[in-house]
């Protein structure tokens, strides 16, 4: 790949002129938001979708300047190279290929001469068998009885995704078998869950592309005595999802079953495949699983297709690298009016920062722009109650609201103030993104708002799986195309092996000293002793 | 008051200049910690709490520097003043006095004359009385059975202070209520609340210092329908927490119990007074919350009394200002290495955010300097597989990692790679801090880590109920003192009115719409419309 700095290029130099303009107090959002077509322009609707960027500071001519960003660094071919199997991860040498977990077209996607789809399928079909046995009572667990629980050990990517599809569905649809989360070899974050589950009925599914993460070992360790303890064998309990060949992948280690994970899916963009393929159907059913993905394919089939001036996760992306390179903001908050997203914000800080999180374009040149910015978010209206006074006068920084349209509970419910809570959460949901834009004048400058802060607007109709399945399948295109415009790499993360390594040396010195109590911990650097110290001493 | 605007005193010029310096690659702070003394000179330990700022970028001339802007902003005098009553919250025209709930020495504190003390200890003994009978199940439901547990009603400071504690505390005391929390004016919050509860075991605890607060009323309607559709009576199941005198405060309106709060104590302060006190007494009995109350009483006596140059929150706020103001950093990650203190993160977030994200000065001035940052964080070691990324490699940005000794489940354990689980935990806290500050060289561009980003590490001993009141009030002083020096009112939040207003002109049009579904909304602006079109199409 050959593409040129961003920050070289004569869009960069000519949006660095044009962020100069629009930072002029006669474009100021208020003015740019008076154009009686200005919805109409900066909002694009598609089936069950729809995205409205008109508080966005920008205007027409930006808007084709970003456009042309796009064309000129060809990211949708390259979107397209990713969807057919091409090695674009080029660090890790790996192609990426989640699209093809959720891909109902009947095209195939070759991968070394191999349709991979039909392994993917094939997994797919050992998921739905291996559910609906369990659903039917026909698997159940070493004492006999049916399974009622499942405990997630896994931490990252091979969570984050699951927990907030859970989460989202939970509302609608009952779990069959409730989801637990043991992501943290915190061993308080294991003593909590077993509180919470008998052991008897839990499965507990193991997630790990190479089964070596110190986390999920130390975890695994765990589990396999808490089953030891209550006379439980392995065999009946433990379920794994990890590649093809790993230690966990040993047919000498006896488990309930094993599904595989492919070298091809990183684990951020992976809950479209067993990873939360195995969870989620025990939790809800196949079905709603294929639905979801459904979902999913059919955002993915928008993002390839449609062209670049109404293509919404380009132009997302497109609207992030303008907030955060030009308008100079270093966070974006996403505020879903929707307590069931409450686990969405999470899972999209995952996805986005560990993607676009970088100091290295794809030709091992330093970046000298922003990669990437902080995500956060809390569900509104809540996050009025926390946050929201330093978004309307602190320092300023871009929101991305998300409203569903129909909400789950329907039953009798009574107004207050005339309105009905989901009528209450909407009229604060679009009071917010203009209160933000618009702000107000007042002598009393403890009243005065500056406005001109940025929003945009994503609804979905509900929390059918379908829904979120095209909300999932937005972020994880938006980031890819994210990361195409700036020239990274959005699918590796060598910035956490430092950080692995030291905690490596780290772990060797408290190993000996468990092994021997009077070893002293002289070898070290002078701090990591102290610390270390006061760990075994047990006190400060 | 007349203080200068911070931007204009000649420290603040002076800290500018010492900037500069720190940012050559000579003050790298790889090379700042290499001396022998530096964690001793920067660190400070008091009973059971130890605070590490050694791997902030700063040295001795401007650590000096920065006692000297405390001092002479005289904040710890302003400090001792607020623990007194003074009136200084001037634009509410009110005492600020969350420092009195915990306040165990005999000295009075006088509001308008008056001991408000003895106020405080009479609603602490009526939280008490009302908690034990609920214990020992003298009082019950309406229908005869004892309580299980209890929904707060409460949005904001109503909640998320004892969200925080309860989540902290249940990790090692197992409690005798359960709490749930109901936020959010969704009614999908609601609906998912009463899948978990069986109303006739169930409590309602209204938090609400007017008794105004538009989604605590409507959540209200929908707690008393829904206990009317069980044929229960609310006046065995509503417990409210609200200021005298206010709606909620009628004694014609039956309730169970009705415990006041003050309007001396603002909503995110307020978790140590009846707003935690009664659902946290409940949950784990009076005596709990007592000791909780002792640990924030004796972090408020540090801060408090300390010297500037070895006062906790005082250094910690003083870093934050040199962070944000002349380090220029936008954000900071909040990283305790506890799953039990998964939510202390949102409630700082909301705390500093909502105390400091303000554009106006004390003085009436708009400031010209940053007042606060973004405050996010999730568990350690979950963020490290997260958006640890974007902290090793992304745009830098400040982390307080928290360390707790001992661990709360201490139950047979087995190792991982020779070590038992909370070392593990302990070797990864460690080594993040260090890799971030020293990064590592590597002519490979991808693996290349500037580091030179800062960290604190705080430690306490445990997940004891003093440990935790402790660590809260720590983050209470801190931002308070941070509001002090930048001559900001940490105090008032202004910046939620304007929604506000604008939300209720869109409500009094669903209102219109309710009664009248012919209505059109023609009267408002074409954005609003189109949105409130769609949600009562109930579709896109």
Redesign the interface.
């Known amino acids: 790949m050959n593409q040129p700095q961003f920050s070289h290029s004569y869009l960069y130099k000519e949006l660095k002129t044009l962020s100069k303009e629009i930072n002029k107090e006669n474009n100021h959002l208020k003015k740019l ?1 008076q154009h ?1 077509d ?2 109409n322009r900066f909002s694009i ?1 598609i089936n ?3 995205y409205d960027f ?1 508080k966005q500071r920008i205007d027409e001519y930006i808007f084709k300047k970003l456009i042309q960003v796009a064309r000129e660094a060809k990211i949708k071919n390259r979107f397209l190279k990713m969807a057919s199997g091409e090695i674009i991860n080029v ?1 890790e040498n790996r192609a990426v290929l989640h699209t093809a977990t959720r891909d109902f077209t009947q095209t195939p996607v070759f991968l070394n001469g191999e349709d991979i789809k039909l392994e993917i399928n094939q997994v797919n079909e050992e998921i739905k068998t291996f559910s609906s046995k369990i659903h039917q009572k026909r698997i159940k667990g070493y004492a006999g009885k049916a399974f009622t629980d499942a405990v997630i050990i896994g ?3 091979s969570y ?1 995704g699951c927990e907030f599809i859970f989460n989202a569905l ?2 609608s649809i ?1 779990p069959i078998i409730n989801l637990h989360f043991l ?10 869950i077993i ?1 919470e589950i008998n052991p008897e009925t839990c499965l507990w599914i193991v997630i790990s592309k190479s089964y070596t993460t ?2 999920t ?6 589990a ?2 808490f089953l030891k ?1 209550h006379h439980l064998d392995p065999a009946n309990h433990l379920v794994t999802v990890t590649s093809k060949g790993s230690p966990g992948d040993d047919p000498s280690n006896p488990v309930l079953a094993s599904f595989h994970m492919f070298d091809f899916i990183g ?1 951020r963009y992976s809950v479209t495949s067993a990873v939360g393929g195995v969870p989620l159907s025990l939790a809800f059913g196949y079905d709603i699983f294929i639905r979801f993905l459904k979902g999913c394919h059919e955002m993915d089939l928008h993002a390839s297709n449609a062209p670049e001036e109404k293509n919404i996760p380009l132009i997302s992306a497109l609207i992030g690298i303008w907030n955060s390179n030009f308008l100079v903001y ?2 974006q908050a996403i505020i879903p ?4 997203l409450s686990k969405l914000a ?1 899972h999209i ?2 996805l986005h ?2 993607s ?5 374009t794809m030709n ?3 970046t000298d722009y ?7 978010g ?5 996050a ?12 300023p ?1 871009p929101i991305e609201f998300i ?1 569903v ?5 329907k ?22 993104a ?2 933000l834009a618009v ?2 004048d007042d002598e ?7 406005g001109n802060r940025p929003s945009s ?1 994503i ?3 509900d ?1 059918t799986p379908e829904s979120i399945g095209m909300l999932l399948s937005f972020y994880e295109a938006k980031t890819v195309y994210e990361g195409f415009v700036l020239g990274i790499n959005p699918f ?9 390594i ?7 010195q ?2 000996k000293k ?2 021997d109590m009077s070893y002293h911990f002289d070898s070290i ?4 002793k ?3 110290d ?2 075994f001493k ?3």
């Not at 676009?356 to 290295?360: C, E, V």
């Not at 349209?405 to 509970?409: D, F, K, M």
């Not at 030291?502 to 060797?508: C, K, M, P, Q």
């Open positions: 938001i009686p200005r919805l609707r069950n979708f729809f008109s660090t931490i990252g990517g984050l939970k509302h009952k992501p943290n070899v915190d061993i308080d974050n294991f003593g909590q509180k110190t986390e070992m130390a975890n695994i360790e765990q396999l005595l303890d684990g270093a966070a009016y929707c307590s069931a999470p800080q995952q920062m560990e676009l999180g970088k100091g290295t091992g040149q330093s922003k990669t990437g910015v902080i995500i956060f809390e569900p509104g209206t809540n009025q109650h926390s946050f929201f006074q330093f978004a309307h006068q602190g320092s920084f409203g349209v129909n909400p789950v509970y039953r009798n419910q009574t107004t207050s103030k005339g309105v009905y809570n989901h009528q209450e959460l909407w009229a604060n949901m679009i009071a917010q203009q209160a702000g107000q009393n400058k403890a009243k005065y708002f500056s607007t609804l979905i109709n929390l590796d993360q060598f910035g956490v092996e430092l950080g692995k030291l905690a490596s040396d780290i772990r060797n408290i190993g468990n092994i650097d002078p701090v990591a102290f610390y270390l006061t760990l047990g006190s400060l």
